[in-house]
């Protein structure tokens, strides 16, 4: 890859949707202070109502539209097809209900500027449920080697947290049809395998815990799909591989709700809470380069 940073690097968000109006609203609402973005690239997959939207949330929205529901997968591969044509340096991700907290995305911006050989960053996370209440905290390996290692056992980036290189995507590929409802999964292994990568360890993100989203609609198909990613890059000889199996097994039988209940009650009892969190020595390094 080539890790030079392009001349003050176009930065786009891409917002795949199909759904409720007021879930794109309120994540373009999130955005609509980010002075790094350049451009928001929604793609209407096939909405009963072709996407409108109002003055305000962002001064640069581009949408796509597919006239036919085609799906998320095909949705982020339309909206990466044309950030591939248009030379943009950097993506982010935002899922539609999902919403970013004040200077995120400058951040990151920030941390791949000063860090030409990371391929892709995410960040730790809030889970919170429709109410806005805190269920409990999203927070993954920081550094690229126990990132690699962790996602032979699990997801190691939420999508709405991670922005990329465009290049990278050149190198690895779109998404791909053969894993539904864990096509981010097999995406970022892919990357992970191939460049190194990194979690800021802070939180960036608030995400919805909703009952009508994929997760919670497609457990068993996301969790069928998990089983079979881990065996697609299975290393005997790592415990992860292991665990990951067994994990994936176990989770095929359990409802997303339990998976929620078991993780708050594991981030009270570690002690989790929104401001928890170790700046590892390499990443600490990276953001703060005089310390």
Known sequence: ?????????????????????????KSLQSLAEEQTVHDVIV???????????????????????????????????????????????????LDAGDRLLSGALAKQVAFLDASPDCAMVGSHALFVDEYGKTLYRFAPPCDSAAILRMLHRRMCFLHSTVMLRAEVV?????????YPAAEDYDFFFRIAERFPTANLPEILLEYEVSPSSISSLRRRTQVLSKLRIILAHFEPGLLESWRGLAEAAVGATLPRSMNTLFHTLHSRWVGQGPGAGVLSGAIKKQIRPDS
Request: net charge positive; no cysteine.
């Open 43 to 93: 793609v209407d997959d096939g909405n009963a109502e072709p996407v409108t939207i109002p003055k305000g949330l962002h001064d640069r929205v581009i949408v796509l539209r597919h006239e036919k529901n085609a799906g998320i997968t095909e949705a982020r591969n339309t909206g990466w097809q044309y950030i591939l044509k248009a030379g943009y340096g950097y993506v982010g991700n």
């Open 1 to 25: 890859m080539n890790t030079t940073k392009p001349l003050a690097a176009r930065v786009a968000v891409l917002m795949p949707f199909y759904g409720r109006p007021d879930d794109l609203h």
């Open 170 to 178: 050149r190198s690895v590929g779109f998404y791909r049809e053969r």
